[in-house]
């Protein structure tokens, strides 16, 4: 028997800011609220589908910058350089990291400062 990922918990100032903007970039929806943690994910799946959800937990103590573990995406329906224009719209900012400006990734912040990584190959959507 093993384990599978079924949910992320991002520690954050401000759970209804996190949701809109990764429910906007994800393409998932809310699924509940509980204790003032919001949880987003698929569509028609919700919970327990093949795609972790998201539990966007409020926090006095919230870590932007580097996570030890961090959110990786991949475009399903465009190019990375459009994908990268819709995030930007979206809220998200450059995070410079000490990258070369020769890799096939953009590293981003998302709206509390918390670090994500756009990746180039386009993938088929779940």
Not at 36 to 43: H, K
Not at 64 to 82: E, F, M, S, Y
Not at 98 to 108: A, C, I, K, N, R
Request: aromatic share 4%; charged share 25%; with cysteine.
């Amino acid at each position: 028997m093993a384990c599978r990922i079924t949910e992320l918990v991002i520690d954050c100032v401000n759970p209804e800011l996190l949701a809109d903007f990764w429910s906007e970039v994800l393409g998932y929806v809310e699924l509940g609220r509980e204790d003032g943690s919001i949880e987003i994910g698929p569509p028609d799946t919700g919970f327990g589908g093949p795609q972790p959800t998201l539990v966007l937990s409020p926090s006095d103590d919230p870590r932007p910058g580097k996570l030890r573990l961090h959110i990786d995406v991949n475009p399903t329906d465009r190019d990375q350089d459009a994908e990268l224009a819709r995030l930007l719209a979206l809220g998200a900012k450059p995070a410079d990291v000490g990258q070369t400006g020769t890799e096939s990734w953009h590293v981003l912040h998302d709206p509390e400062g918390n670090e994500f990584c756009l990746l180039r190959a386009k993938v088929d959507p779940v």
